[in-house]
């Protein structure tokens, strides 16, 4: 199974802020990586596919990048709403994997 | 609007089996795979598998082959996954959600199962 290791696990930043999560899969996944913000108590949402393409609907400060194993998603000018938790997730291959998870909070 | 409503909490016995639906409104359900994710608490996110309505075929992770059984009816835009040979291990969150080619574009609200005597 391609694992995927995610980084920091918990992040804390003040309003305005840039945020960047990494994400690096064992093995080369040729830009099959999606970005998910789950809110508490909420399911998950959708917010980049093929590494990075913005899905409908999602705020432009979010974007993503990255080729190979490593990729990052980035938060522009943080605001309250984003605050969640943010998971990565490969397609390259079967098993479909997921990062551990990144919790946002506020500073 | 794409919507998925999954049906209600369960509260099932050890060895049990249990079958929680998925049902699908505002697309075409049998032309997009749906897929289950499993969520425990600090345990992040798994994969379990995938139907295509359209002609019932699925793929699981083999972590869940014998665990989970996936089925769709088309004629209710329901997707079903059923549970067996339940174990504490079996008690998490699990979502239903449309597979846009490989990513899951929508997400259903989730099913807490508990297993517990």
């Known amino acids: 199974d391609i694992q995927m290791t995610q980084s920091p696990a918990s992040l804390s930043a003040s309003l305005g802020e840039t945020v960047t999560i990494e994400c690096r899969a064992s093995?080369?996944?040729?830009?099959?990586l999606a970005w998910y913000q789950q809110k508490p108590g909420k399911s998950p949402q959708l917010l980049i596919y093929n590494a990075n393409s913005l899905h409908t609907g999602v705020p432009s400060r979010f974007s993503g990048s990255g080729s190979g194993t490593q990729y990052s998603l980035k938060i522009n000018s943080l605001q309250s709403e984003d605050v969640a938790s943010y998971f990565c997730?490969?397609?390259?291959?079967?098993?479909?994997?997921f990062g551990a998870g990144t919790k946002l909070e506020l500073k | 609007q794409v919507q998925l409503q999954q049906s209600g909490a369960e509260l099932v016995k050890p060895g049990s089996s249990v079958k929680i639906s998925c049902k699908a409104s505002g697309y075409t359900f049998t032309s997009y795979d749906m897929h289950w994710i499993k969520q425990q608490p600090g345990n992040g996110l798994e994969w379990i598998g995938w139907?295509?309505?359209?002609?019932?075929?699925?793929k699981y992770n083999q972590k869940f082959n014998g665990k989970a059984t996936l089925t769709a009816d088309k004629s209710s835009s329901t997707a079903y996954m059923q549970l067996s040979s339940l174990t504490s291990e079996d008690s998490a969150v699990y979502f239903c959600?449309?597979?846009?080619?490989?990513?899951?574009?929508?997400w259903g609200q989730g099913v807490m199962v508990t297993v517990s005597s």
């Open positions: 093995e080369d996944i040729y830009n099959g």
């Open positions: 139907i295509y309505p359209g002609n019932g075929n699925t």
């Open positions: 997730q490969q397609y390259y291959d079967y098993p479909y994997t």
């Open positions: 959600a449309r597979g846009n080619y490989v990513y899951f574009d929508y």
